[in-house]
């Protein structure tokens, strides 16, 4: 029974009487000494080292970013670009080319007649088959 305790007694679980006991037995019992030292050595390599100051300070200093002359371009691309979008909503833009309107007025009156005789032939079509 008394070397089932080990693990109780590593982690500080036994009660006083139990505690005062299973030290006794520690004292007569090699297997549960090389027990406890194992489980006190896993302990330790499980907790983590504290690094010195120095080198915390020296990688904190090397992945650092650091201010470069370039650092406020952020705001003059973003004002340039407001700019512009102003500049697009406020001013007018002009009709467009004599071309453009020239196609535009084609489109108007000529798509509605091609449209109708593409749905005529396509009703020929159908009737068919």
């Known amino acids: 029974m008394k070397c089932?305790?080990?693990i109780l007694y590593a982690n500080g679980e036994l009660t006083g009487?139990?505690?005062?006991?299973?030290?006794?037995?520690?004292?007569?019992c090699g297997?549960?000494?090389?027990?406890?030292?194992?489980?006190?050595?896993?302990?330790?390599a499980l907790i983590a080292k504290a690094v010195p100051e120095k080198v915390?300070?020296?990688?904190?200093?090397?992945?650092?970013?650091?201010?470069?002359?370039?650092?406020g371009w952020k705001p003059i691309v973003a004002g340039v670009c407001a700019v512009g979008l102003i500049g697009i909503m406020v001013f007018?833009?002009?009709?467009?080319s004599t071309q453009q309107r020239?196609?535009?007025?084609?489109m108007s009156e000529y798509l509605d007649a091609d449209y109708q005789s593409?749905?005529?032939d396509l009703d020929v079509f159908e009737m068919y088959f």
């Open 4 to 6: 089932e305790q080990v």
């Open 17 to 28: 009487d139990e505690k005062i006991a299973f030290e006794a037995h520690l004292q007569t």
């Open 31 to 44: 297997q549960c000494r090389a027990e406890l030292q194992f489980l006190q050595k896993a302990d330790e």
């Open 56 to 71: 915390v300070d020296s990688l904190f200093a090397q992945t650092t970013r650091k201010k470069k002359w370039f650092s």
């Open 92 to 96: 007018p833009r002009p009709d467009g």
């Open 102 to 106: 020239e196609v535009t007025g084609y």
């Open 118 to 120: 593409f749905a005529n």
